[in-house]
């Protein structure tokens, strides 16, 4: 969620921790700040709200130079938007440390520190583990033995990263529930929150491990497991392609993404299907001995994933059979759960950091499910480290916080797994016509995508209709009900416009009430089984004066007239429209963020990845 740079070297470090800083603020830009031990070994920190431009402009008028340092993205959870609560936070002169994550019992160890006479500078929770290390550092302890013992009195999620002048060449970091990883260099070494961070210095990166503890410096690094043992963790090559993390042509990174798409379809297919048939090897050795087992799905996941998932129920149900239960992370690991023999756990993340989509997947470790398998768009995340099997999603680097192009990719490999669940149903609920249908439908899913995203222009004139609206509903049946609750959402999270998303079968028994000509209706209205009820259910619309706009198929029965735009999508399998009408409605959502002039890449309160409860 928020961002951490730290590096320790020979050379000056202050142009490394910024541009670590740009790459990850995604992550987290309300504030931002960097602290340096300076060339006299004093310690210097300059801190920033808002956006990270405001903190090189800074750093452009007061230069600081050093050689060790560390710097920090925020999305606020404590404290509101200043330059106190803002990262790194210092004790004095002698210790400065940056924090991601949540301390849950920082109130008691607060209360301690002041009546040891610290005086708090910050509303924040992170502001009491820096003041812990110094006072452990007053008690004779060295800064590692020092954060030792002060992530011992520590309740909840925490990645850090402290420095201080009595200690010029080292950083000491540590993680619990809250990724990072360590970068090697050649007589200099990095600490960060995300690769991305660090890809313009090194491709050469270890994981911590949950509970490590690492002290780093220029010449090499050690490492401590939760158990305060001394172990050796394997560092690893990462590539991160530069073009994902630039805009190029494009106005907004989250415009680039939902162009990018058609490729992205590409990529995910590739090697997962022949000409006719899904290939089953694709998941992973050992994959077909559990699918053989299976006989219930659980799915969890957290916002737009969680939207992926429902529409994934519709298709496992259908095309296998079994039941599929689906699941909001932040509920399923706070209940009893109970769960059917021989259940697949499933969680979708597009990160695979997500924190309660995470502690899910702990919590299904332990309570006796089949197997756990992640769909997840990071190949080195906590998620894929921590599952008996990983899906990758190949969608790339996604920067814009509302996810496009990585749910597309999810829905397209749980369409495959779906298939393959299938397969091995008794009662012969797909067959091998079947799957040959819905593989070729995926051949064609880019060209699908490139012609629907030729309505770019179209879609941007009737996004003109939301200028004035505040509140918007959006209706959809069977696997489209999913789709229009996730065109709600991209709505609300880009534009701020409310929009709620709806069963079209529920709004006689409630949303009915909120029509009139202030609310306009959006429909996703393919040309399957449902589509005479959806008539129906926007004549009842219409009858109360409300607005509609709905995307159908061409040569469907819906026809333009006053108070009725119509969109016409290319004709779409009924397995892959979820897909096709998804595109529409990300377009949408995009072109109303444009007039409403909001910040489309980063919207107010949100942030990328969410790694805390």
């Not at 490394?16 to 960097?34: A, F, H």
């Not at 583990?129 to 800064?143: C, R, T």
């Not at 690492?214 to 090499?220: A, F, K, L, M, T």
């Amino acid at each position: 969620m928020c961002g951490i740079v730290g590096v320790v070297a020979g050379r000056n470090i202050p142009s490394i921790l910024l541009q670590g800083l740009q790459r990850l603020e995604y992550r987290g830009y309300d504030s931002s700040g960097v602290a340096v031990i300076d060339e006299v070994g004093e310690l210097k920190v300059c801190r920033k709200p808002g956006k990270v431009q405001n903190l090189l402009q800074a750093m452009e008028e007061q230069p600081i130079r050093g050689q060790t340092g560390i710097a920090h993205t925020r999305w606020a959870t404590h404290g509101i938007v200043n330059e106190a609560n803002s990262h790194p936070h210092s004790s004095g002169k002698r210790v400065s440390l940056v924090h991601n994550g949540i301390i849950e019992n920082h109130n008691a160890i607060r209360d301690d520190l002041k009546a040891a006479g610290y005086i708090f500078a910050s509303d924040t929770d992170s502001e009491v583990i820096v003041h812990l290390v110094d006072s452990y550092l007053e008690q004779g302890y060295n800064l590692l033995e020092a954060v030792r013992v002060a992530i011992l009195r520590l309740e909840g999620a925490f990645a850090i990263a402290v420095i201080s002048p009595l200690y010029p060449d080292q950083i000491v970091a540590a993680r619990l529930g809250c990724p990072l990883v360590v970068g090697e260099g050649i007589d200099e070494n990095y600490v960060a929150s995300d690769v991305l961070a660090l890809n313009s210095v090194t491709d050469r990166f270890i994981f911590l491990e949950e509970g490590d503890l690492v002290d780093v410096r220029p010449d090499g690094m050690d490492f401590w497991n939760i158990d305060d043992e001394s172990v050796v963790r394997a560092s690893v090559e990462v590539q991160v392609g530069v073009g994902d993390i630039e805009r190029g042509n494009y106005r907004h990174f989250m415009q680039k993404e939902i162009f990018q798409q058609p490729q992205v379809v590409l990529d995910t297919l590739e090697g997962r299907i022949s000409k006719t048939a899904v290939l089953e090897e694709a998941l992973g050795l050992g994959i077909t001995a559990v699918l053989d087992e299976v006989e219930a799905v659980t799915i969890v996941a957290c916002g737009t994933s969680f939207y992926a998932a429902s529409v994934a129920r519709y298709w496992i149900e259908e095309l296998a059979n079994i039941p599929c239960h689906v699941e909001i992370a932040s509920e399923f690991r706070y209940r009893t759960v109970a769960h059917p023999t021989n259940s697949l756990f499933i969680t979708l993340s597009q990160s695979g950091e997500t924190a309660d989509t995470l502690a899910a997947l702990r919590k299904a470790k332990q309570s006796g499910f089949l197997a756990t398998l992640t769909f997840c768009n990071v190949a080195t995340s906590s998620m894929v480290r921590e599952s008996d099997f990983s899906f990758m999603l190949n969608a790339g680097t996604e920067v814009g916080v509302a996810s496009t192009k990585a749910f597309t990719a999810q829905l397209v490999d749980l369409l495959l797994l779906s298939v393959l669940l299938g397969r091995r149903n008794t009662e012969n609920v797909i067959n091998a016509a079947t799957e040959e249908k819905i593989v070729q439908a995926l051949h064609n899913l880019p060209n699908l995508i490139e012609n629907i995203l030729a309505l770019d222009e179209s879609i941007a004139l009737e996004a003109e209709r939301f200028i004035d609206k505040d509140h918007s509903l959006f209706l959809g049946r069977g696997s489209l009900f999913p789709i229009a609750m996730e065109g709600a959402l991209k709505l609300k999270e880009i534009s701020y416009i409310h929009a709620e998303g709806y069963a079209a079968g529920e709004l006689k028994h409630g949303p009915l009430a909120l029509v009139d000509e202030k609310m306009p209706v959006v429909a996703v209205a393919p040309n399957d089984e449902l589509l005479e009820k959806l008539e129906s259910n926007l004549h009842e619309v219409r009858a109360r004066g409300g607005e509609l706009l709905v995307f159908a198929e061409v040569g469907s029965s819906f026809k333009s007239e006053p108070g009725v735009r119509i969109v016409a999508l290319p004709k779409v399998d009924t397995f892959l429209a979820p897909i096709a009408y998804t595109v529409v409605l990300q377009l949408l959502a995009y072109h109303v963020a444009l007039i409403k002039g909001t910040d489309v890449d980063q919207p107010r309160n949100l942030a990328k990845s969410v790694t805390v409860e």
